[in-house]
């Protein structure tokens, strides 16, 4: 196949084709680095013209949307009849505008959503989204599966983005938290060292060990069964997060929009239910 981006993510995406046998070609803006893969035995090309035309499997892995399209739109003759995999990081509404643009060119299109980081592509630790072009993805699919797990969502080439995005979305939620909570006990000299022990196994009880009591509640709308910490409970002890901070001198921008968002579900009435019923507050 085809590799289109050499950075940090798509080099690792190559070391993995080339560690499954699989010939592949490569190109990147900055021709340097591609010394490494080259010596692994990828055969670089010249241009993006070039690299295209050397697989009927091209996987994009490159900056961002723009730069995708200022890649890919100049060779789109070269690339009809082939199948474009993109995992460039992007929303739902590019990659469905990326899989009109290619329908009308004559190019089949998957999108993708890496979910791994480099070095973790081609371990069962990485696992890779994708959604667009069913019959392309199948036919591409033993190949791909080198990179990690391939989870196949749909036809619509904008899901793949949306679980993407979705799921970074409760990364960095997450970091929000951890980010907050460190800044906080370092105000009086704790270590890091000293406190982390703690939120692993915190972090495990609370959030870890109540998805699937998470997911029913959701599912089935009903967030005021068996509540062993109501939403108005905890909106009254939420503030004390905030002073707590700003007697520290920590900002609480991380944790305002939490407690603006518990304080709108009591006023909506929710005070005895649990707290995920923030959820459904959240649609716009
Ligand atoms: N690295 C990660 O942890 C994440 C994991 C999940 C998926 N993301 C997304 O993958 C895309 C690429 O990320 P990356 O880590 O490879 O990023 P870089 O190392 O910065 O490489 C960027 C590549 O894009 C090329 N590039 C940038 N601008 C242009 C341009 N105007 N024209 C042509 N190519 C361009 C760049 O080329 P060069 O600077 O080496 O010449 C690199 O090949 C990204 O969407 C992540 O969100 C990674």
């Known amino acids: 196949m085809t590799v289109l981006g050499l950075g940090a993510m798509g080099t690792a995406l190559v070391e993995a084709f080339l560690a499954g046998g699989h010939a592949t070609t490569v190109w990147n803006r900055t ?41 890919l739109h100049p060779v789109a003759d070269a690339l009809a009849g082939r199948v474009v995999v993109n995992l460039t990081n992007g929303t739902p509404a590019q990659a469905r505008e990326m899989a009109a643009w290619a329908a009308e060119h004559g190019v089949e299109y998957v999108d993708g959503g890496i979910m791994a ?5 081609g371990t069962e630790h990485a696992f890779v989204l994708y959604s667009g072009a069913e019959a392309a993805f199948e036919a591409h ?6 990179l990690g797990a391939a989870k196949y969502l749909g036809a619509d080439a904008g899901l793949a983005a949306l679980f993407d995005l979705a ?24 270590s890091a060292a000293e406190f982390v ?11 870890g060990g ?29 503030p004390n997060i905030v002073q707590a901070s700003l007697d520290q001198g920590i900002r609480p921008d991380l944790m305002a929009p939490i407690q603006r968002l518990m304080d709108q579900a009591v006023a909506a009435g929710h005070g005895a239910e649990d707290v995920a019923v923030v959820v459904d507050l959240l649609k716009n």
């Not at 799921?167 to 704790?190: C, D, I, K, P, Q």
């Not at 699937?212 to 009254?236: F, I, K, P, W």
Request: contains cysteine.
């Open 197 to 207: 022990p703690m939120l692993g196994p915190w972090m495990q009880a609370m959030i």
């Open 31 to 71: 021709p340097g680095k591609a010394d490494g893969v080259v010596a692994r035995g990828a055969v670089v090309a010249e241009t993006v013209a070039e690299a295209v035309a050397a697989s009927p499997l091209v996987v994009v892995c490159l900056w961002d949307d723009a730069v995708v399209r200022d890649v």
């Open 167 to 190: 799921l970074l979305s409760g990364m960095y939620g997450t970091f929000a938290g951890l980010w907050h909570s460190l800044a906080m006990v370092r105000t009086e000299n704790v």
């Open 210 to 238: 109540n998805l699937d009591r998470l997911a029913h509640q959701l599912d089935t709308g009903d967030y005021g069964h068996e509540v062993v910490s109501n939403l108005a409970m905890q909106a009254a002890a939420f």
């Open 117 to 121: 980081i480099p070095p973790g592509i």
């Open 141 to 146: 699919r033993e190949v791909l599966e080198r």
